[in-house]
Nanobody
Framework: HVQLVESGGGSAQAGGSMRLSCAAV?????MGWFRQAPGMEREGVAA???????SYADSVKGRFTISKGYPKNTLYLQMTNLKPEDTAMYYC????????????????????????YGQGTQVTVST
């Protein structure tokens, strides 16, 4: 069983910053973050692979940074210049197989069963 526990969500004003963390039960080469707002489809936000390569959704490029921290079983998402449209539940995810960052981002947005994910952490951005 792959256990992923997200933390760090909360409320922020537009233009603010927030860092999400994900504690994983083990080390995974391919990991990512996706988000889902009520009534909206799942959106892959950021992904990282074994080589440390990263991939981002166009909507967050230049504002969000994904990284793996130490201990290595931790995944982060640094979010800056937050916008109200960033409001959503954010989930840490691991695909069923090791993928490139680009592929991980794609499958997270595919709408299908792509891998494991946690319970999520809510991010709310107000104007």
């Amino acid at each position: 069983h792959v256990q992923l526990v997200e933390s760090g969500g909360g409320s922020a004003q537009a233009g603010g910053s927030m860092r999400l963390s994900c504690a994983a039960v083990a080390h995974f080469d391919s990991m990512g973050w996706f988000r889902q707002a009520p009534g909206m489809e799942r959106e892959g936000v950021a992904a990282i692979d074994a080589d440390g390569s990263t991939s981002y959704a166009d909507s967050v490029k230049g504002r969000f940074t994904i990284s793996k921290g130490y201990p290595k079983n931790t995944l982060y998402l640094q979010m800056t210049n937050l916008k109200p449209e960033d409001t959503a539940m954010y989930y840490c995810a691991v695909p069923y197989q090791d993928l490139s960052a680009t592929e991980t981002l794609r499958v997270m947005s595919s709408g299908g069963d792509f891998g494991y994910y946690g319970q999520g952490t809510q991010v709310t951005v107000s104007t």
